[in-house]
Structures are given as structure tokens and as C-alpha cells.
């Protein structure tokens, strides 16, 4: 792995940067380069690529942050950008009634990578067009009522180099590869969609092209069209106020991604107030809220292999951690970064603070918000359950600004009765609170039915800051949900 | 030539992008041509100054600028894309759209790029707000909004944008558009972690600033307002939704008037053009070229074709679909049937991005006069579609909702989920009135509403 930038560049900015009167400055450049491939009903309709890269430097001034950044790199611009740097922390530092103090952390020089057998930037364009056409094409059962079948490639570099006035060297190069395919029926006012292996352009990974090779488009296409084709035959899914639902996976990841933004500490302390909003989970409820019941274990992971949220170090420069939120059941952690973890009085950040290119400041961002899995297998938890529902693949979701009000909507439903699927249900729908909805959790299924799933989608900050997490989870049962909301 | 777009960059405090930018542009269309290609390029300068604040200070501050470029080639039904920042690297930019042209199978649709048309040129540009000024604004609004409350956080965001954009093809198009604006936000939380009274107000601007004091003042007061809180059943409500709650809503109408949904079926458009599908009381214009009423305003839209205010929504007739060159090409067999609604790049869609809705005679006060038992709703938060289809959405209310009584506001109620179609809220007959004081937002310049029924599904901000 070699980095683009020029260290003298990097070592000049540095500089520039603390000839200011400045508390703590570093300098960070980020290049994304990134590939996208859509083919629709067989034709290509998406092939493009994109490069950017340019160098933002950070100053605290004063007890308040400063940041400009540019994509035009040479020492006339770094003047510049030191200078609007300087000046933009000199402002805020006329706000703030409380200076920022950073949380200690080790100096680090470290040059590291995802791990990949094969680069997903340089397979020849053709072979992966080619796999989309032919999955695009399998997914075609010849029936006039499906109206799209979709099969998508994305993947891209995220090539960080930050160097601190503290010392720390970091190169750092993040592969992320995905893909999925689904189909589109259509039947009169009646609109189904189903997706493999995950909604919204599949699944994602840390990974190198093997990935992408691993999910099989071709022979997973046509379950996609079959299920979409069902879907509009299928009844719809009844309202229900105290039904018993396993959820699987696909769907089970967007509940831990949307009650994950609740273990934010930058939420939980306000600093999100404007816009993402804040957090039930307040900071003197650590150690006192039970968020579930004792079979609910959640981490906030960044070293999970192939996580969408892995990586080695934050765009801090802190060392990525496994970090316990929810340790059964009850809340004793937070997600944290180096300006909010002292507000705790911790010493250490948890290592969460990513940003979405050199011209963003680093926020806190999810990791990998894992559930750990129990000693049920799937098998089991279906033949035990007599009256109830299986949900999976999110279709739609949303929450409130305190994480605690939630409804969330699925490709596709099953019923369950007396311990067997007994047919497809179609806009499966649920909602809940979020305590007492995982305080509802009777059953974790075990390690071999936990499976990694990918958000690259998620949005926080303004400017407005597209981030990727992961999440994983088993199939897990949950009792009295009310379920079937959006029902005419 | 009445206005000259590149007069909006200030050249001394971010430096002169232009000789680069026109370098780059001509250097990657003379490069597409001597290759035999057809080509659309555009050179893309972005300055954004944002500042956040939190816990009553400023916590985040940014000064960005970028210059970038993107190619798309053709040829013989093929396609594809590039875009960079590396903007001393054209070759490879060149190189990796080549590559990409070169693997892609021929689309049987694509039509190329679409031919020129010439249009009139408008100053689109905003006051500017410094960097100083935006921290005075900070500071003008905590102290604001301690005069209400001394122990309110505020939090916010005061932010200034300026976009330029050149785009050229080998079609002859050759077009420059450039535009500014700048957003203000305030939020106020009162009261202790358990128990909180929440408070937001906020506005996008172009010409004359807001108060940001009497932002501050009014977001104090709905905290404090909702400090305390009346519960209410999930149910059918008459409701009086205010402009920041109905941008919400607006948002969902504009972008599910896509081209694709409206031709797959997906979309609360499909198979009604023509339609009466709202109520006659509702009006939307688009209204790109239109800088004193709406903030998405642009001369051309991402493929270089002028942009055109029209009425897309008339009486609550639906009246309009937008298409880029590739969709229009696709569904209705014609490359310049386009709109001037393509959000740019590469088959990138369209979209009506700058609505404005007709404004009634009545301000809020005069409609919430008018309901003896219902709900005001001062915004909506987390919107999602349930079901494109019907125009089925939730979310939930944030920041002030109110019980109406007898004409009054009656005291804050706990915030609700709601489960509704924003083509059922809008139906004929459902639509009381529209309101005469209209806000300005990102992508829709809205007054209030006042609805007969609006549906909650659930509470929300409760544990239990």
C-alpha cells in the first residue's frame, strides 16, 4: 500500500498549522475512490466511477474547533486553508462557555489496510457487468407483472492519512465491496419488491471483490422474483397489538442501527440537538437503565472482520475497540469520541469518530452495533413458537428524536402457527418503544444463525455526513409486539 | 450578457477557480472529440460555510471550498461516468471514463446527450454571510433565548452555500449557472434530562437575514411550552400543520413525482396525470428561476438544459412529470423531451426541486381560530414512505405540538406518531385552508395548512 500524498505536503501543513496560537491542530488528508455498476432489466443503466481526495486541518483555538479543507493541494492552498482554519476557530473560541478538552490517547504511527484478496477497483469492469446482466436476467421468470429486476455492484476506498500535532502518523486504506439484486411486481395499485441478501443495493462488507463473488447474484436472483410474485398474492399483514414476531437479520440490523444512534454520546450530551436529535439513554442513566432484559448483550465493535463499521483507527487517530453498551441488558457504555468521552469523566475515547471525507470534521459514528447471540437454534426458536410471525428485509423505517419511539416496515412476512411457517404475509409492519421492546425479547438464536449486515446509507451532521456501520445479529423472538400498523 | 455567474465567487478570499476550471472543461471535451466520442462535462466550484452549535456554543465549524469535474462519454448506445477532485489528473479522469465506455454494453434506450438550448440569465445569488457574522448570530441567539429562559441549551446551525457550475457537450451546449443561499436554524431544550421541553424554529434566506433573536425567543417558548404535557390517544385529528411541518410533507409529494416510479407504477402519480388527486385549494408551481420565492434555484439543471418555472400541481390537478434526457428518452422516445429537472450525471434522474405552494388569505392564528377540538403540529420529524403507491408515510411530530380548543391553543401535547397518506390528507374536501404566510425551505417554499382529519398511529418521547 503506498500513499498518495506527499509526506512533505503533509509535514508542511502540519507545520503551517501550528505556527498558529493553537491548542492542537492536525492534519488530515482522505482520498475515496469509488465504483458503481446498476443494470436494470437486463440493460446497464449505471457505470461510473468517482476519485476525490483533498486535505482538511483541524485547530483548536481557544477552546473552540476550527476546520477548512480544500481538494486543491499545494502549499499556496494549505496557506489558505490554515488561515480560514484559524480564523473559523478564533470565532467559535468567542463562544464557547465551555472549552473543549481532548481525552488522552496514545501517539500512534501505523501504516494498515482491510484485509482483500482481490481489489474490487481494478477486476475488469466487464466480468462484473456481465455477472449484473446475468442476474439481471435470471430474475427473469417471464411474467408480465414484474416491472424491474435490478442488480447492482458499489464498491470504494476510503485511503486516510492523519497526522497529529500530538505526533501520531496514521495511514490507513478501508475497502468496502457490495452488491445485491431485486425484483419490482406490479399488479394494478399492488406493489411488491423483494431483495437478496439485503434492501437499498444489498449487502456490504470490508472486503475485496471475493465478497461481491461470495453473494452469487446469479443463483440468488430468481428467489427474488419468485417472492416478489408470491408477495402479490399473499394477505396482507393483520394488525395485531400483542403478537409474538421473530426477526430476523436482515430487518433485526435496522433496529440495532436505529436504537444504535441512541448510544451517540455526542446525543446524549446535546451536542446533536439541531438535528439528529438527542438520546433517552441520558448520561445518569449509565450503569442504572436496563435498555432490555438479561438476554440482551449489545457491543459497539469496530473490529469485527468484514463489518461494514471496521476499521483500525478513527479519524481522531484513536485505536479501533470492541466496546460493551449493553451488557445483559443493562446500559454501561457509550460511543464516544476525544472531545465527548471527558465530559463523562473517561479517560479514553471508544474510538468512534469517522468523518465522511478530508472535508468533514469527525463525528461519532456507529461501529459494528452487534447483538451477541444466545443458545437458541433457529430451528427450535420456530418450532416453539405457536401463534406468531417471521419478519425480514427493512423496507422503511423511522424514530424519534429521542430513539425511543420506533415503526419499521419488511419486504416480506411468514406466518407461524403451532411451530410452522404456514405462508407468506406481504407489508409486514411493526412499532414499539425501545426499552420495553427489547425487554420483550424471550429468545436469542445461537452463533451459526448470526449473520453481518451493512448500512452505507447513514446520514448525521451538517454539513450532511453519508457514513457506513455495520450490524449483526441472530434471529431473536420478541413478545406482545403490536405489528400490521400501516394496514388501510 | 445581464448578469455574469462567476461574479459570485469571491475571488480573494478562496482564490480564482476559473483559469483551472475553463483549462479543465475545454481540455476534457477537445480530448472526448479527437477520441471520436460524444461527451458531457462539467466544472463544478462548491464554497460552504457552516456553522453548528450546542450546549449554547459553537461546536463545529467549517470552511470548505471545492473544485471538481465530471465526464460522461457515448457512444453507439454505450455509456459511462467519471467525476473528480484531482483536478491536476484530467488524463486520468479521461482514462477511467474510456475504460468504463468500453465495457458497457449498448443501452438500447440512450439517445446521447441532449441538444442546446439557449436561456436568459438571472442573478441567483444571496446576501453574503461571513464567518464572523454567522458566530454573532450564535451568540444573538443564546442571549435571546436566556431572555426567556435562563437555563435553555440552545443549538443550531448558520450556514451560507455558493455553487457554480459550467457544462459543456459535444452536442454545443455550453452553459454557466451559479447560485447562493443561506439557512438558519435555532433549537432550545428546557428543563431537567428527564423531563424536556423541546423548541426548534428555522428558515433558509437569501436576501434579508432573519431575526435570529426572535427565532430564539419563539423556539425558547415552545420548550418551555412543552415542559408540560397533556397526553393524547393515537386517533384521527383536526389539525392545523405549520409551514415547517408541511415542507415535510412536501418533500415526499415532490420526490415521489419521479419519471421511474411514475412509469413503473410505483408512485402516487402513476396512471393519474390529469388527475384531481389534491384538494382544488392546493397549487404547486416549480419554480427553479424564481430567487426571491424559492431556494433550489438553478439556470440549467445537470445536463445543461435550462430549468423553467411551471405549475406542476394546478388546483390539485396533477399536471406535470419531470424527466431528464435518458428517462425521456426511455418512456417517451424523444432525448429532448427533457424538463430541465435532471439532478446530473449519469442516468441521474429528475426531480422537482424548487416547489412553492400557492398561499391562501388566513395566518395561522385566523385557522387555528377556526378548530374547536384538534392539534397543531408545529413540524414533522423522520419521515419515511410506508407505501409509494398511496403516498403512505410516518413519522412523527417534533418541536411543538399543541391541543386547539374552542379556537385556543390549549396547552402541549406528547409527541405522536403518525400513519397517514399525505394523498389522503390532501384529498378534496380534506383541505380547510391554506395559509397566507409562507417560509422559505431547502426545497419547498410552503405556508400552513389547516386539515379536517390527519391520522396518529402512537405515542412517542414515552418509555412506556
Known amino acids: 500500500m503506498s500513499s498518495i500524498i506527499d509526506e512533505d505536503i503533509m509535514a508542511y501543513a502540519l507545520e503551517k498549522g501550528q505556527s498558529y496560537a493553537v491548542q492542537y491542530v492536525d492534519v488530515k488528508w482522505m482520498s475515496r475512490d469509488s465504483r458503481s455498476l446498476n443494470v436494470k432489466n437486463g440493460d446497464l443503466e449505471g457505470n461510473s466511477q468517482s476519485k476525490s481526495q483533498g486535505i482538511g486541518i483541524k485547530m483548536l483555538v481557544d477552546g473552540g474547533y476550527g476546520f477548512a479543507a480544500s481538494n486543491i493541494i499545494s502549499r499556496e492552498s494549505i496557506d489558505k486553508i490554515a488561515n480560514r482554519a484559524f480564523k473559523v476557530a478564533r470565532a467559535s473560541g468567542r463562544t464557547m462557555k465551555r472549552p473543549i478538552t481532548l481525552a488522552e490517547e496514545p501517539v500512534h504511527v501505523d501504516r494498515v489496510q482491510t484485509p482483500i484478496r482481490k481489489d474490487p477497483l481494478t477486476q475488469p469492469l466487464e466480468e462484473t457487468i456481465s455477472i449484473l446482466v446475468d442476474a439481471s436476467k435470471a430474475a427473469d421468470l417471464d411474467d408480465p407483472r414484474i416491472k424491474a429486476r435490478n442488480a447492482v455492484f458499489s464498491a470504494w476506498t476510503d485511503h486516510m492519512v492523519l497526522w497529529t500535532s500530538e505526533g501520531t502518523r496514521i495511514d490507513q486504506k478501508i475497502y468496502v465491496t457490495g452488491g445485491g439484486v431485486d425484483t419490482l411486481a406490479v399488479q394494478g395499485s399492488n406493489v411488491e419488491r423483494r431483495s437478496y441478501p439485503a434492501s437499498f443495493r444489498g449487502n456490504f462488507a470490508t472486503a475485496g471483490y471475493e465478497y461481491f463473488e461470495e453473494i452469487d447474484l446469479v443463483s440468488i436472483a430468481p428467489k427474488a422474483t419468485t417472492e416478489a410474485l408470491q408477495l402479490l398474492e399473499a394477505p396482507h399483514c393483520p394488525p395485531r397489538n400483542d403478537a409474538t414476531v421473530i426477526i430476523k437479520p436482515s430487518q433485526l440490523m435496522l433496529q440495532l442501527h436505529e436504537n444504535g444512534h441512541g448510544f451517540e454520546m455526542d446525543r446524549a450530551y446535546d451536542y446533536e440537538a439541531a438535528f439528529a436529535g438527542t438520546s433517552f439513554m441520558k448520561p445518569h442513566l449509565v450503569d442504572e437503565l436496563m435498555f432490555g432484559n438479561e438476554l440482551i448483550t449489545i457491543y459497539g465493535d469496530a473490529t469485527h472482520p468484514r463489518g461494514l463499521g471496521t476499521f483500525y483507527y478513527d479519524h481522531e487517530g484513536v485505536q479501533a475497540q470492541k466496546t460493551t453498551l449493553v451488557d445483559e441488558g443493562r446500559l454501561v457504555g457509550y460511543l464516544s469520541s476525544r472531545e465527548t468521552a471527558p465530559l463523562k469523566g473517561w479517560e479514553r475515547s471508544s474510538g468512534s469518530a469517522r468523518s465522511l471525507n478530508y472535508a468533514r470534521m469527525p463525528l461519532i459514528r456507529m461501529t459494528n452495533i452487534n447483538l451477541k447471540p444466545g443458545d437458541w437454534s433457529y430451528d427450535e426458536m420456530v418450532e416453539d413458537t405457536k401463534d406468531g410471525y417471521i419478519f425480514d428485509t427493512n423496507v422503511s423505517w423511522s424514530i424519534d428524536d429521542l430513539r425511543l419511539s420506533f415503526q419499521f416496515g419488511m419486504e416480506i412476512g411468514w406466518r407461524v402457527e403451532n411451530g410452522e411457517i404456514t405462508g407468506l404475509i406481504k407489508k409486514p409492519s411493526y412499532t414499539g418503544i425501545t426499552p420495553q421492546f427489547w425487554n420483550s425479547a424471550d429468545a436469542v438464536a445461537d452463533e451459526k444463525s448470526f449473520q453481518m449486515y451493512g448500512t452505507p446509507n447513514c446520514g448525521k451532521g451538517e454539513p450532511g455526513q453519508v457514513m457506513y456501520t455495520g450490524h449483526g445479529a441472530s434471529p431473536t423472538r420478541f413478545r406482545n409486539v403490536r405489528i400490521g400498523v400501516v394496514q388501510e | ?464
Open chain 2, 1 to 464: 450578457m445581464s448578469w455574469d455567474p462567476r461574479s459570485i465567487i469571491d475571488l480573494g478570499e478562496f482564490g480564482d477557480p476559473f483559469p483551472t476550471l475553463d483549462t479543465g472543461v475545454e481540455k476534457l471535451l477537445y480530448m472526448a472529440r479527437e477520441k471520436g466520442y460524444e461527451a458531457q462535462v462539467s466544472g463544478n466550484v462548491r464554497l460552504e460555510g457552516v456553522t453548528r452549535f450546542a450546549v449554547s456554543q459553537v461546536t463545529q465549524h467549517h470552511d470548505l471550498s471545492t473544485l471538481s469535474f465530471s465526464l460522461v462519454l457515448y457512444k453507439d448506445g454505450r455509456r459511462a461516468s467519471a467525476n473528480t477532485t484531482l483536478v491536476d489528473d484530467l488524463v486520468g479522469l479521461m482514462k477511467q471514463a474510456e475504460d468504463g465506455l468500453n465495457s458497457s454494453p449498448p443501452n438500447k434506450f440512450d439517445q446521447g446527450f441532449p441538444s442546446p438550448r439557449q436561456s436568459e440569465l438571472i442573478d441567483l445569488s444571496a446576501k453574503v454571510w461571513t464567518t464572523d457574522e454567522r458566530a454573532d448570530s450564535v451568540i444573538a441567539s443564546v442571549n435571546a433565548a436566556e431572555e426567556i429562559n435562563p437555563d435553555v441549551i440552545v443549538a443550531g446551525t448558520s450556514s451560507t452555500v455558493t455553487t457554480f457550475s459550467r457544462i459543456l457537450n459535444t452536442e454545443g451546449t455550453d452553459v454557466e449557472s451559479s447560485s447562493s443561499g443561506n439557512y438558519f436554524k435555532v433549537n432550545a431544550i428546557v428543563g431537567p434530562p428527564e423531563s424536556r421541553g423541546y423548541g426548534q424554529e428555522e428558515t433558509q434566506w437569501r436576501y434579508d437575514a432573519p431575526s435570529f433573536e426572535t427565532f430564539a425567543r419563539e423556539a425558547t417558548r415552545t420548550a418551555v411550552d412543552t415542559l408540560t404535557l397533556k397526553n393524547f390517544k393515537p386517533g384521527e385529528y383536526e389539525v392545523v400543520l405549520g409551514p415547517r411541518a408541511v415542507t415535510d410533507l412536501m418533500n415526499f409529494v415532490q420526490f415521489g413525482t419521479g419519471p421511474v416510479g411514475f412509469h413503473e407504477g410505483t408512485s402516487f402519480t402513476s396512471d393519474r396525470l390529469g388527475d384531481q388527486i389534491f384538494d382544488e385549494k392546493i397549487s404547486l408551481h416549480d419554480l427553479p428561476r424564481s430567487p426571491s420565492k424559492a431556494f433550489f434555484t438553478r439556470l440549467f439543471d445537470g445536463e445543461g438544459v435550462p430549468t423553467q418555472d411551471r405549475v406542476f400541481v394546478h388546483k390539485g390537478s396533477l399536471e406535470f412529470i419531470p424527466y431528464d434526457s435518458f428517462t425521456a428518452a426511455k418512456y417517451l422516445g424523444d432525448k429532448n423531451e427533457a424538463t430541465g429537472n435532471a439532478g446530473g450525471g449519469f442516468f441521474g434522474g429528475a426531480f422537482l426541486g424548487s416547489a412553492v405552494m400557492e398561499s391562501g388569505v388566513k395566518s395561522v392564528r385566523e385557522q387555528i381560530a377556526e378548530v374547536g377540538d384538534g392539534l397543531y403540529v408545529k413540524s414533522f420529524w423522520y419521515n419515511r414512505f410506508t407505501d409509494r403507491r398511496r403516498g403512505g408515510l410516518t413519522g412523527l411530530t417534533r418541536n411543538g405540538l399543541y391541543h386547539i380548543k374552542d379556537g385556543e391553543l390549549a396547552g402541549a401535547v406528547r409527541n405522536l406518531r403518525y400513519t397517514e397518506s399525505f394523498v389522503r390528507a390532501l384529498e378534496p374536501g380534506n383541505v380547510i385552508s391554506v395559509g397566507k404566510d409562507s417560509r422559505m425551505f431547502m426545497f419547498n417554499t410552503v405556508p400552513s395548512l389547516h386539515l379536517g382529519r390527519y391520522r396518529f398511529s402512537s405515542v412517542a418521547h414515552s418509555m412506556e
